[in-house]
């Protein structure tokens, strides 16, 4: 283990077999696109709901909220995130399916969806 001041998501987690965050939407954007399982440990806010959403696309294990952290709870969590091959292989295809959207494309069709909408 290393640990770094800074370094942004984006370079860092396809570099590795597995990502550990809190589970806020930009760190699990950047951890699904990266097409590596997730173990998030959620303690505030939204952090939950993005954990359960990982875990229920199949790209990591069930979250393990802070509260209840301890060593062997996140052992348990990240050796199934790198040896699952179900949950290596459907994090890799999430991120894919991620990677390959046009996000400004569909953005734009959003827009003029909603603005056409006179409801």
């Not at 987690?13 to 597995?18: D, G, I, L, N, S």
């Not at 809190?22 to 998030?40: I, R, Y």
């Not at 875990?55 to 990240?78: F, H, Y």
């Not at 890799?92 to 969806?113: F, H, K, M, Q």
Request: glycine share 10%; net charge neutral; aromatic share 6%.
């Amino acid at each position: 283990m290393q640990v770094i001041e800074s370094v942004p998501h984006e370079w860092l987690f396809p570099r590795t077999k597995a990502v550990v965050h809190h589970g806020g939407a930009g760190a699990t954007a950047a951890g699904l696109c990266a097409g590596v399982p997730n173990v998030v440990v959620p303690f505030f806010g939204d952090q939950p709901f993005w954990g359960w959403r990982v875990a229920a696309l199949g790209a990591g294990p069930t979250p393990v909220p802070l509260q209840s952290l301890t060593a062997e709870r996140l052992t348990a969590a990240i050796e199934r995130a790198v040896t699952d091959p179900a949950m290596r292989a459907r994090a890799a295809e999430v991120g894919a399916r991620l990677r390959a959207e046009d996000g400004v494309s569909n953005t734009v069709t959003l827009i003029r969806c909603v603005g056409n909408d006179k409801g």
